[in-house]
């Protein structure tokens, strides 16, 4: 159950806030200037390459793995693209049994594949800089002659480890947050594998991407990674705790979202990529369990759902029902994720045929040239009759045919990145704000 009040008392939203969230999705869009500001400093500005690596390998884990997925959707089919998980994880044995548990990152292991040799990258991103799979694997990269960049805390083990195996040192940024981090954690959290911070996506992101750039691995814009910046400060203006919820598009997300099991669809590898992190976010913020899943395999793979008990037309707007005896039944719902680039020229709309905010909570669409408002996704109207793909088309018709129901948000950004950031950005706060509200019920 989700208290709608504390959505509306800024206040008590930054009082639950223990771990400064909303703050940190604030900042990421500075986060963004200075990890490129960085990154070129570093000497990214001043690479030559002679060609393109014949793959890109991303590892490390949580939102460096999700930052490996981004890059491999917009780099689409011309670079092969490919993120290394830990493969192992292994119990750290303690001197002092009095000591605090070693940190579960540290037991981790990696591998790298079999074909990986000289013609390939191999980019390393930790937000510690501790954990001993990465140092051994950047060694073994060496030995077989990949080429290595490295992005880590600054003074760091892995850091330090970057310059003897002549990996390209890439300085990872934190947020900018106070040092009270607020209460100490409650009793239900885990010691040895904190929460993680928000908007770390964007600090290993944006040096990947420069670097990525650079290398021809992606066709971005050269000042997509700036506007990006623009587009999360635009969001956080938009999303801010005291924004009243009616106006508040990840606000009025999270309010949806209670009480439900979502169905997060995509269509396409921009808009499948936010749909896999606003799925982490949930489970990492919220402690929800979302479905994601690309259109149109999406529709086979979760159909089952929609004949089961959740979607057999929950309507948690019952009028007969209960409320005292009989708690809020879960239901589905599914949110469909798309990117629909505008002609040129054209005022993009979030939707299609230019459709805007239902009900205020979507907000207008930004303008397709990214150049001009930065009003993000739009949320698509349900009775919209624009012109839809088939998946998008078959997503609806299913929905409707048993009672669930579904929310639609789309960006109209030229830019891949862009759309990305619009979705990503939104769908953050939105797993935030969930969380909060739903810890205080």
Request: aromatic share 4%; hydrophobic share 45%.
């Amino acid at each position: 159950m989700l208290d709608d009040t504390l959505l509306d008392d800024p206040a008590a939203l930054l009082r639950a806030d223990r771990d400064r969230a909303l703050l940190a999705l604030a900042g990421a869009g500075a986060r963004v200037r200075t990890a490129l500001r960085l990154a070129g400093a570093a000497g990214v500005d001043e690479l030559r390459p002679d060609g393109r690596p014949r793959a890109v390998l991303v590892a490390g884990h949580g939102s460096a793995l999700t930052a490996g997925e981004v890059l491999a959707a917009l780099a689409g089919t011309a670079s092969l693209v490919t993120t290394l998980p830990p493969g192992d994880a292994e119990p750290v044995p303690r001197a002092d049994r009095s000591a605090a548990p070693a940190a579960f990152t540290a037991g981790l292991a990696w591998q790298l594949p079999g074909w990986a040799g000289p013609l390939d990258l191999l980019v390393i991103s930790s937000a510690d800089g501790g954990e001993r799979g990465l140092i051994a694997l950047a060694e073994q990269a060496y030995a077989r002659g990949c080429a290595l960049v490295v992005t880590a805390p600054a003074g760091s083990p892995l850091a330090e480890a970057a310059l003897q195996v002549r990996a390209l040192p890439l300085p990872y940024v934190p947020a900018n947050l106070p040092e009270d981090g607020g209460p100490p954690a409650g009793p239900g959290t885990e010691p040895d594998l904190p929460a993680e911070d928000p908007a770390a996506l964007w600090a290993h992101l944006t040096p990947l991407l420069a670097l990525a750039q650079k290398l021809g691995v992606t066709q971005l814009r050269y000042d997509a990674l700036d506007a990006a910046a623009d587009l999360l400060d635009a969001t956080a203006v938009r999303c801010r705790p005291d924004a009243a919820a009616y106006t508040n598009p990840a606000k009025g997300l999270a309010a949806r979202l209670a009480g439900t099991v979502p169905l997060l669809w995509a269509e396409g590898p921009v808009a499948g990529a936010a749909a896999v992190r606003f799925a982490a976010q949930l489970a990492d913020r919220a402690g929800r369990p979302a479905l994601a899943g690309l259109l149109p395999q999406a529709l086979v793979a979760h159909r089952g759902m929609f004949t089961g008990q959740l979607g057999a037309g929950a309507d948690p707007d019952d009028f007969f029902r209960d409320r005292v005896e009989e708690p809020d039944p879960l239901h589905l719902q599914v949110l469909l994720l798309r990117h629909v680039p505008a002609a040129s020229g054209a005022n993009g709309a979030g939707g299609a045929n230019g459709a805007g905010g239902a009900n205020g909570t979507g907000g207008a669409a930004g303008r397709s040239d990214d150049g001009g408002e930065d009003a993000g996704p739009a949320e698509v109207p349900a009775d919209d009759e624009g012109p839809r793909s088939f998946g998008a088309s078959r997503a609806h018709r299913l929905a409707a045919a048993h009672d669930v129901r579904l929310t639609e948000y789309a960006s109209a950004r030229s830019e891949p990145l862009h759309a990305l950031t619009d979705l990503v950005a939104l769908t953050d706060f939105a797993a935030v704000y969930l969380g909060l509200a739903a810890a205080q019920s």
